[in-house]
């Protein structure tokens, strides 16, 4: 009689255990907070894990290597600029979602975004790598919602472009400012001032 293989036997031979996705969802979100509050520079699994309650083992399980945890971690960091923008077709209705957006990067939902993609920002001056290719989707994802926008209010595409350019470039550079600062009275009023000059 052939002997019978349970599934613990099949396991302790080497078959991978199935992904929990829920368990996995729930990592990649502990995961988010972490690199927002401690950083990505210097980022260790050991520490992480520690952090998260599990193991490095654990982390390796779930999502092979650091690198590909970092990128899944960093794929679902995109704020949905669409929704933003995707109904604005006059400038008053443009500066209203200007203003919802610094508000919800400053202090509602997207902060936690925020406070990653201008790590990942940072360590992508030093040099092209792996944050590069994520830093240059997010700026491109902002322009391209913002150019749309400025054409629908009446702007020709080759100025819609520029003009979307500037707005987003210094509303990343008042949110560096904001991060490392926390002056909410004075970045408040430049923002004001960008949108009043290059959205009115």
Known sequence: MGEIRTRSDCYSQGVPRPIDQAKRETLLRDIRTYISDNGLADLSLR??????????????????????????????????????????????????????????????EDVQSVRILLQAMGIACTGPGRFTAYVTTMFDTLTDALTHAIQRCGSAPEHARIEATVLAATFRGLLFDRLITDDEDRTSAAVERLIHNHAG
């Open 47 to 108: 520490p992480l894990a520690a952090a998260l309650g599990t193991s490095d083992r654990m982390l390796i399980h779930y999502f092979g290597t650091k690198d590909n945890l970092l990128a899944q971690a960093l794929a679902d960091q995109k704020p949905a600029f669409h929704l933003i923008f995707d109904n604005v077709d006059s400038r008053p209705a443009l500066q209203s979602s200007l203003r919802t957006l610094w508000q919800s990067m400053t202090s509602g």
